[in-house]
């Protein structure tokens, strides 16, 4: 299972950015998976995660209403789209799946196996 994380960037705030997760090896669905990120010197939390059969999807308070996600099964890939970005957004994006069917439900970084190597969005002010 591997996870291939792109599209971050440098943007102002306020501007839009997507980033996307494209897996090889598993299909996105049958299992927890979703977005976390990580700021310099701060512990990685949940972005948004979706439940396993997709049933639930959860966003951290702090980007609710500015963030989506979505996917393209034909194209095996998972998209984070970031609108309205302030400078507090900006982290190393990762994109995490629980390949081990473990939980169906989870925001704790610590039920995911399978990350992606992670992409940088920077938002300058």
């Known amino acids: 299972v591997q996870l291939q994380a792109s599209g971050g960037g440098l943007v102002q705030a306020g501007e839009s950015l997507r980033v996307s997760c494209t897996a090889s090896g598993r299909t996105f669905g049958r299992s927890a998976e979703g977005w976390f990120r990580q700021a310099p010197g701060k512990e990685r939390e949940f972005v948004v995660v979706?439940?396993?059969?997709?049933?639930?999807?959860d966003f951290a308070d702090s980007v609710k209403g500015r963030f989506t996600i979505s996917k393209d099964s034909g194209k095996n890939t998972l998209y984070l789209q970031m609108n309205s970005l302030v400078p507090e957004d900006t982290a190393v994006y990762y994109c995490?799946?629980?390949?081990?069917?473990?939980?169906?439900?989870?925001?704790?970084?610590?039920?995911?196996?399978?990350w992606g190597q992670g992409t940088q969005v920077t938002v300058s002010s």
């Open positions: 995490a799946a629980d390949s081990r069917a473990s939980v169906v439900h989870s925001t704790k970084w610590w039920d995911y196996d399978s």
């Open positions: 979706v439940s396993r059969g997709g049933v639930r999807t």
